[in-house]
């Protein structure tokens, strides 16, 4: 009988053991120190400027019972892939022509839900002064990416050095070109590349995130910078059917804050605008 009662003790032990490890690890969120349990939201983002802003808005969700991770990319591709693959909530490093073109290319789903900021691309040498010193046959850095890529001979036309055939738009090509005056030799590399190029090229057009990373500033060291009236703003993307998700309408709500808006003011200095 003693032994019976024993062995009762100990399976009794085991069980409340048991429970005790099958308790550890059943959350899916993360629990705030008052025992609240908190949603986690991934999104990706590019360093500069984009997770720079997301890091300042942490606080704020985390009063909303959200923990903001912040995923950095250095890429245009990887962040929609692993959104598409729920690998992150939402990612925020784009304009919404890069993502149409994207989605519509890989047969994705994703959507905008919403304008941070403007980062307006810019015309950068380390040989000339000014535009006006390009030499004829000189050599022009620009995107790789379709959007981009034409948005950068946008921004050369406007800039007096080329005319496009019209009605191109966004998709723009080299071989849009309808008159070169200067013969520019017009080559292609990955939009994060293109800091790198400096050397090697007369004049590179450069988006401002990464324009930004290689200690460049578009207020001051671009040659000719896009208009602050540009239509490409960044946006912030999510897969389709998850706009009206709690934790997205908050955080959408924190990078349209006042708050945000001085950020941006404050910390870039015309370089990034507000775009809301």
Not at 41 to 65: C, F, R, T, W, Y
Not at 195 to 202: M, Q, Y
Not at 219 to 236: C, G, H, M, Q, R
Request: net charge positive.
């Amino acid at each position: 009988m003693m032994k019976l009662k024993k062995l009762a003790l100990v399976l009794a032990g085991l069980l409340a053991l048991t429970g005790l490890a099958a308790g550890c690890g059943s959350s899916t969120g993360s629990k705030s120190s008052g025992g609240d349990k908190k949603v986690v939201l991934k999104v990706g983002a590019s360093p500069v400027p984009h997770a720079e802003i997301l890091n300042q808005i942490k606080p704020i969700l985390a009063k909303d019972g959200i923990d903001l991770q912040v995923v950095e990319f250095t890429d245009y591709v990887k962040p929609n892939l692993s959104l598409s693959d729920k690998e992150i909530d939402a990612n925020f490093f784009q304009h919404k022509p890069y993502l149409d073109k994207f989605c519509k290319d890989r047969n994705l789903a994703l959507v905008s839900v919403g304008n941070v900021h403007i980062e307006p691309m810019g015309v950068y040498s380390k040989k000339i002064k000014d535009l006006k010193e390009l030499k004829d046959g000189a050599k022009v850095a620009i995107p790789n990416d379709p959007t981009n890529g034409g948005r950068a001979l946008a921004i050369l036309e406007k800039a007096g050095l080329i005319k496009l055939k019209e009605g191109v738009g966004v998709l723009a090509t080299a071989n849009d070109i309808v008159d070169n005056p200067k013969n520019l030799q017009i080559t292609e590399a990955e939009a994060a590349m293109l800091p790198r190029t400096l050397d090697d090229v007369d004049i590179a057009v450069i988006n401002s995130n990464f324009a930004m990373e290689a200690k460049l500033n578009p207020t001051k060291d671009a040659l000719f910078i896009e208009a602050k009236d540009s239509p490409y703003a960044n946006i912030v993307a999510v897969r389709k059917g998850d706009e009206q998700r709690p934790e997205i309408q908050k955080l959408m709500k924190a990078l349209q804050s006042p708050e945000v808006k001085k950020f941006i003011e404050d910390k870039y200095k015309g370089a990034i605008l507000p775009a809301f």
